[in-house]
């Protein structure tokens, strides 16, 4: 049995020189709490909407385990989050994700990501968003992305300014820290992605456009 048939997105494999792009497994799961343990912010930023980063290692490793299930047993054409585990070398360093609503007729998708601790601030961030904005130009014909940072995460402003995005506005959130903050949202277009696709290797995109109904 390929468990792809019943999951499709299982299938897709994206790839560029040393780092890869799988859908998160279970089998990915101990090697993500293990990175994530002890939480995986730096200097106390406030750098998520939910706060599934604090508390004790078994807390952090229930939390990534129900969120992984919940988007693999909610997804549907209409609506869908596709959380790819990312490994360099072969070891995982964090999780790059992408969702979507009614996906089919707005090309529209929006991400987020996180890293293990001792992988941030060295160009890894940047990789993974651009590989994977890289890729769903290319094979599924998106063309917007959308994405926020928490007021103070700078770091992942930076990750998007080198990408091509813009500011987008701004929307009131309660942070993680349970205080009232800003998210700033931004945007990026298609025909604004800088880098080259030519480095971009995909598997598996037929049978997620399959999926999806995309016809073009």
Same mark, same amino acid.
């Given at each position: 049995?390929?468990?792809?048939?019943?999951?499709?997105?299982?299938?897709?494999?994206?790839?560029?020189?040393?780092?890869?792009?799988?859908?998160?497994?279970?089998?990915?799961?101990?090697?993500?709490?293990?990175?994530?343990?002890? !939480?995986?912010?730096?200097?106390?930023?406030?750098?998520?909407?939910?706060?599934?980063?604090?508390?004790?290692?078994?807390?952090?490793?229930?939390?990534?385990?129900?969120?992984?299930?919940?988007?693999?047993?909610?997804?549907?054409?209409?609506?869908?989050?596709?959380?790819?585990?990312?490994?360099?070398? !072969?070891?995982?360093?964090?999780?790059?994700?992408?969702?979507?609503?009614?996906?089919?007729?707005?090309?529209?998708?929006?991400?987020?990501?996180?890293?293990?601790?001792?992988?941030?601030?060295?160009?890894?961030?940047?990789?993974?968003?651009?590989?994977?904005?890289?890729?769903?130009?290319?094979?599924?014909?998106?063309?917007?992305?959308?994405?926020?940072?928490?007021? !103070?995460?700078?770091?992942?402003?930076?990750?998007?300014?080198?990408?091509?995005?813009?500011?987008? !506005?701004?929307?009131?959130?309660?942070?993680?820290?349970?205080?009232?903050?800003?998210?700033?949202?931004?945007?990026?277009?298609?025909?604004?992605?800088?880098?080259?696709?030519?480095?971009?290797?995909?598997?598996?995109?037929?049978?997620?456009?399959?999926?999806?109904?995309?016809?073009?």
């Amino acid at each position: 049995m390929n468990i792809a048939e019943y999951w499709p997105p299982f299938a897709l494999h994206l790839s560029s020189g040393d780092m890869e792009l799988s859908p998160v497994r279970d089998s990915d799961l101990p090697e993500l709490a293990t990175i994530a343990g002890g !939480g995986v912010r730096r200097d106390g930023v406030q750098a998520f909407l939910v706060d599934w980063d604090s508390g004790n290692d078994a807390e952090i490793t229930r939390s990534l385990a129900q969120y992984h299930w919940n988007t693999r047993a909610t997804l549907t054409v209409e609506s869908w989050t596709i959380e790819f585990a990312v490994r360099v070398g !072969g070891e995982v360093i964090g999780v790059q994700g992408v969702s979507a609503q009614q996906f089919p007729l707005t090309r529209t998708v929006s991400t987020g990501s996180w890293l293990s601790k001792d992988k941030q601030g060295q160009g890894f961030g940047t990789r993974m968003r651009s590989l994977v904005v890289g890729a769903f130009i290319r094979e599924f014909g998106t063309r917007r992305f959308d994405t926020g940072y928490v007021e !103070g995460n700078l770091a992942s402003r930076r990750v998007s300014e080198k990408i091509g995005y813009s500011p987008n !506005g701004t929307r009131s959130i309660v942070a993680q820290n349970g205080t009232a903050s800003t998210e700033n949202l931004m945007v990026l277009f298609s025909e604004d992605y800088p880098y080259s696709m030519d480095d971009i290797d995909v598997s598996g995109a037929e049978e997620v456009r399959a999926f999806l109904g995309l016809t073009d």
